[in-house]
């Protein structure tokens, strides 16, 4: 398996991204192999209806479809299973990465600051919301000190 190492973390490396990529057009090819045989098996069980022998004729297409098919889903049974190892490696390779970059001091640093700038907004807000509060129970007060100003007598 190739692996490249930065920094000491392991990343994945563009072959492993090239082979996935190859084992997926292997398996559009199988897939169209399968649907293909699965097309003739269809027309022959179709035919067989015109025949006398209907039994004896859809057992043979069987038969006939089974030998075509077999073969497909061996190579796609390995397939799938070099395709999960790949996956799970590149899957591997990525949360190590990750858990390399939350681990590094500059994320902590970053996470630190932005914990900072949030309690300071909940402080601001909590103290804007207070403001607040203290101006709606003064307002009566304030409206009568303005009523009283504003009289001529």
């Keep these: 398996m190739l692996i490249s190492s930065v920094s000491g973390v392991a990343l994945a490396t563009p072959a492993e991204e090239a ?24 027309k022959a069980t179709s035919e067989c209806y015109q025949n006398y022998w209907v039994d004896y004729c859809v057992r043979s297409a069987r038969a006939t479809y089974r030998k075509e098919i077999d ?17 799970k490696s590149i899957k591997d390779q990525e949360d190590i990465k990750r858990a390399a970059e939350r681990a590094s001091e500059q994320k902590a640093a970053e996470r630190s600051a932005n914990q900072r700038d949030y309690e300071e907004k909940q ?31």
Aim: hydrophobic fraction near 35%; glycine fraction near 2%.
């Design 19 to 42: 082979e996935l990529d190859r084992l997926n057009k292997i398996e559009q090819e199988l897939e169209l192999q399968r649907e293909w045989a699965k097309y003739r098996w269809g």
């Design 71 to 87: 073969p497909i889903q061996e190579q796609e049974v390995a397939l799938h299973e070099v395709q999960r190892n790949l996956r």
């Design 123 to 153: 402080k601001d807000a909590a103290a804007r919301a207070a403001d607040l509060e203290q101006r709606r129970k003064d307002a009566p007060k304030r409206a009568q000190e303005n009523k009283a100003g504003t009289q001529l007598d």
